[in-house]
């Protein structure tokens, strides 16, 4: 253990200096990795509850606030990666801010946000007590190469999992992975309940689905499903307890099917010890990560930052703020973090921003957001690749009004960053998607 | 399909314009959707009339073509259209020979070509439309892309794990000028027989590029009303995409 000692005192070293920098949140945990590849499987596999591991397309960031606030309140200690920051080194910088030089967290939970190619790194290290697969669509095709591919990532985790596996009951290519979770894991459901089907297609993009092998809908006592009573307010049924009704503080279809999954994670780790009163409070105070619907007060008015990153997520995202036209601008980034194709605007219909129109598009790609509209017959006021530049443009005109930045990641740190300094923001951690 | 765009119509229409898209389900997840959505638009700025067939496998054959479109799909995608293929297979290659234009992006261009041999060494037929064969690969060549090519510089994105080779006095459809193109190594992209384009780019292709989607209407319109009268159609937004494109690329 001497090695994890010198691992994790050079990591806060670095830690403390990237800090004073303002820099990013991966290089110390980078410094830790390097003096101890062992380091993860050394801090966390012996954690009195377990490691919960979330992944899929979308939804990851919010998922694990949501589970997390969900532990908590039931009296868990848990120890998680809040920033976003899903790459391994990520879950290592996240952790140094927390351990004693001795290796011992002080947590009976790690609830660790990864990415979908991560995640396997990760599992490599340490095994999951736990993994909650949220859904598979397009992303970031330039890192995945296909559809297919992001899938048999998921089900590699799944069988790597030693307790539990939650899978998404709607989604083909995460339903059928139950085939794939090794002998005498438990498997739980999350879903969308049969009465609200309809509102399925909001959630996933129109891509080829193949039924083979897709699950059937299981027993309702071990599914957690999700039950609209309006568009802000839910139920989450099942396991004979069901949680809610509860508003989030956070808009949309995904929000809550989000909290559905977070939920049935929440009974899959807690057994008896779920309380579906002490679950509904905690879903609905519980706050949006950044950017992921986060809104920033501007001098008395709303700021909305919407994170963008795949079609799916665009089209969620326009279903969930397109019904309240505010003034609008998009920054499209093309950066690594952002995926470098931008493809993937085609594959989502800007339609419902024809009334309203774009007051700016901007980012390194910002001039293909303006083509991608004028396909779809929106109005772009302005377009300017500088994100500076465009945010002080943007602010300036539409000042006094509420507004709404829709933007890929790199977009979105370096606009926050802006805000931040502004307004006075929290500091957040920068890693990857 | 429906685009609401109304920039630019023109009220009367000057002729009726049938575009095939090939397999949108199968074949299309990289975005190549957005050429079939450049190319009904650019028609109604012109003044034409588009009707978009999409062609699924199984499906009976449109009853007009004027211009056929095909994507990029994945290895399952390209499984669940071979069969379709081959049933068309004939009337595919005495429409290219009758000088029907089709672009075919990433995987079309592909099935397009003599055959695929996979990494495992199997020969997969292909319609032969196109003198290419494709190999695949363990490494994808995956990344932004700039050609040159007779209808000017074109940008795009190409991600794809096959290593394509032109058959001898096979024409590419361009020259690399930053990425990787067919195979990584002769500096060739695509490939171009008559006017049957294969070519690796995503981007879509067609939007960034309005001189190629211009090219490709020309030749559809030419065949289906017998003269080409093109509006004068605003791509400064086009343009500036494309440019700063090929400046960031190029000096990179």
Redesign the interface.
């Known amino acids: 253990m001497i090695r994890s000692t010198l691992a994790i005192t050079a990591g806060k070293l670095a830690r403390g200096v990237s800090r004073l920098r303002g820099g990013g949140s991966a290089l110390p945990g980078l410094v830790t990795e390097r003096i101890d590849p062992g380091i993860l499987g050394h801090t966390l596999a012996d954690l009195p509850g377990g490691i919960v591991v979330v992944t899929g397309t979308n939804g990851k960031t919010t998922t694990t606030k949501m589970l997390v606030a969900l532990l908590r309140a039931h009296g868990q200690r848990v120890f998680t990666n809040p920033t976003g920051s899903n790459f391994t080194r990520g879950v290592i910088s996240a952790m140094l801010a927390e351990i004693p030089l001795s290796g011992r967290l002080d947590a009976d939970w790690a609830v660790l946000e990864l990415d979908e190619a991560h995640a396997l790194h990760f599992a490599a290290a340490v095994a999951p007590t736990h993994a909650l697969l949220l859904n598979v669509a397009?992303d970031q095709?330039?890192r995945f190469?296909?559809?297919?591919q992001t899938a048999e990532l998921l089900a590699r985790l799944a069988a790597q999992a030693t307790t539990g596996v939650v899978l998404n009951v709607d989604d083909s290519f995460v339903s059928r992975i139950h085939s794939r979770v090794a002998e005498g894991v438990t498997v739980a459901w999350f879903g969308v309940d049969p009465t609200c089907a309809d509102r399925l297609p909001e959630l996933q993009e129109a891509?080829?689905r193949?039924a083979d092998g897709a699950a059937a809908l299981p027993d309702s006592a071990e599914a957690a499903l999700l039950l609209l009573q309006d568009e802000h307010t839910f139920t989450v049924t099942g396991s004979g307890a069901d949680v809610g009704p509860v508003t989030l503080r956070q808009r949309g279809l995904a929000a809550m099917i989000n909290a559905t999954a977070a939920t049935a994670t929440a009974r899959a780790v807690l057994g008896d010890d779920f309380e579906p009163g002490v679950a509904a409070t905690a879903l609905a105070t519980v706050t949006p990560p950044f950017g992921r619907g986060e809104v920033i007060d501007i001098d008395g008015h709303p700021l909305e930052l919407v994170l963008v990153k795949n079609p799916a997520g665009f089209t969620v995202a326009l279903g969930t703020y397109g019904t309240e036209p505010v003034a609008t601008m998009i920054a499209i980034n093309?950066n690594y973090a952002d995926g470098?194709?931008?493809?993937?605007?085609?594959?989502v219909s800007f339609?419902s921003l024809?009334g309203h129109g774009v007051a700016l598009t901007s980012g390194?790609?910002g001039?293909?957001m303006?083509?991608?509209l004028?396909?779809?017959?929106v109005e772009?006021a302005h377009?300017e690749?500088d994100l500076d530049l465009a945010l002080e443009q943007f602010l300036r005109e539409h000042a006094g009004e509420p507004t709404r930045i829709f933007c890929t990641y790199t977009a979105m740190m370096q606009l926050r960053r802006r805000l931040a300094a502004r307004y006075n923001l929290a500091r957040f951690g920068e890693d990857s998607p | 399909m429906s685009d609401p765009s109304q920039a630019g119509a023109v009220t009367a229409s000057k002729g009726t314009i049938h575009l095939v898209h090939l397999y949108p389900r199968e074949m299309s997840i990289y975005g190549d959707l957005g050429n079939t959505r450049a190319l009904a638009s650019r028609l109604r700025w012109h003044g034409y009339t588009p009707v978009v067939h999409d062609h699924h496998p199984g499906a009976p054959w449109p009853h007009e073509a004027h211009l056929l479109v095909g994507g990029g799909g994945q290895d399952s995608g390209q499984l669940r259209v071979q069969d379709d293929l081959a049933t068309h297979a004939d009337r595919l290659r005495a429409l290219a020979a009758d000088g029907l234009p089709m672009l075919m992006i990433c995987g079309m261009y592909q099935l397009l070509g003599r055959a695929f041999i996979t990494a495992e060494g199997h020969r997969l037929p292909g319609l032969g439309i196109l003198d290419v064969t494709t190999t695949g690969n363990a490494t994808r060549m995956i990344g932004p892309v700039v050609l040159q090519t007779p209808v000017g510089e074109i940008v795009g994105y190409e991600n794809h794990s096959g290593s394509t080779v032109l058959g001898e006095g096979q024409e590419p459809f361009g020259q690399v000028r930053h990425g990787q193109g067919n195979n990584g190594s002769d500096g060739t992209e695509g490939a171009r027989t008559g006017n049957v384009i294969g070519s690796y780019l995503h981007g879509p292709i067609l939007p960034a590029n309005p001189a190629l989607a211009d090219h490709l209407l020309e030749i559809a319109v030419v065949r289906a009303t017998g003269a080409w009268d093109p509006e004068d159609v605003d791509d400064t937004i086009a343009h500036q995409a494309h440019d700063r494109q090929v400046r960031s690329l190029l000096s990179a």
């Open positions: 397009r095709l330039d190469a296909e559809i297919d891509d080829v193949e093309d470098r194709d931008v493809s993937w605007l085609y594959d339609e024809q390194v790609r001039w293909d303006a083509l991608r004028r396909y779809d017959g772009v377009t690749p």
